[in-house]
């Protein structure tokens, strides 16, 4: 398995507090992803990092926020959380060699909130 | 944008039976396609891949797929289904320009022993 941790692996927090989400990795990658997944919608990209300071939005953007200071390191947080963002959250990884090569996933972080 | 479509979102099966899982996607670039597998309370890891050549790709645990660019399809097969193949499958297409990987829906398999 690829080098990638990810922290909290579970959380339940209330409703309009802060939360963050950490992606640590050992591969030294230059890209980083943030998934959500949720039944009958299959995972939705959040926001991506290409580099350290690097970062865009995804599809789902709304309502989260990213951080990239050094490579290893990929933090989601979301500002005030809503019972709307209680999911399967994913950090993925991939290296910089061209196109041709695939992401590899964390273990995953399920946050609830209530 | 991008998008992929996998029409079954969930399958049953019994062991032994032959299986196809469907994919289309929507782009009208060199496209790099991908199979991953999400076993119970795990997280995803790829079957296989397709960046170019032969246009059927085989992967691990007997699965294979086929690109098929005239319908944009990228279709998943395995002859003969295991219990162990209980599982939900996603097919994800990435362009190489933006990097992102965009995944279908998924879908749901059960066998049944």
């Known amino acids: 398995d690829a080098g990638i941790t990810q922290s909290p692996r579970h959380k339940v927090t209330e409703t309009g507090t802060p939360v963050t989400l950490r992606c640590h990795q050992t591969e030294n990658h230059r890209y980083m992803y943030w998934y959500r997944q949720d039944p009958g919608h299959g995972l939705r990209l959040i926001h991506y990092?290409?580099?350290?300071?690097?970062?865009d939005k995804g599809e789902v953007s709304d309502g989260y926020s990213v951080s990239r200071s050094k490579t290893e390191d990929f933090l989601l947080t979301l500002e005030s959380a809503t019972s709307s963002q209680t999911s399967v959250y994913f950090c993925?990884?991939?290296?910089?060699?061209?196109?041709?090569?695939?992401?590899?996933f964390g273990q995953g972080t399920r946050l609830t909130v209530v | 944008a991008q998008s992929v479509s996998q029409h079954n979102h969930h399958v049953i099966l019994s062991e032994a039976a032959s299986l196809e899982l469907g994919c289309n996607y929507s782009?009208?670039?060199?496209?790099?396609l991908f199979w991953y597998v999400q076993y119970p309370g795990q997280h995803l890891q790829l079957l296989l891949k397709?960046?170019?050549?032969?246009?059927l790709v085989k992967g691990i645990k007997g699965f294979e797929a086929e690109f098929i660019k005239s319908k944009f399809s990228f279709n998943l097969r395995k002859p003969s289904v295991q219990w162990s193949d209980t599982a939900e499958y996603f097919c994800?297409?990435?362009?190489?320009?933006?990097?992102?990987?965009?995944f279908g829906t998924g879908t749901r398999l059960k066998v049944l022993a």
């Open positions: 993925a990884i991939r290296d910089f060699l061209g196109m041709n090569t695939e992401a590899f």
């Open positions: 990092s290409y580099g350290v300071k690097d970062t």
């Open positions: 994800a297409v990435n362009d190489g320009r933006t990097y992102k990987y965009i």
């Open positions: 397709y960046f170019s050549g032969d246009p």
């Open positions: 782009y009208g670039g060199t496209v790099n």
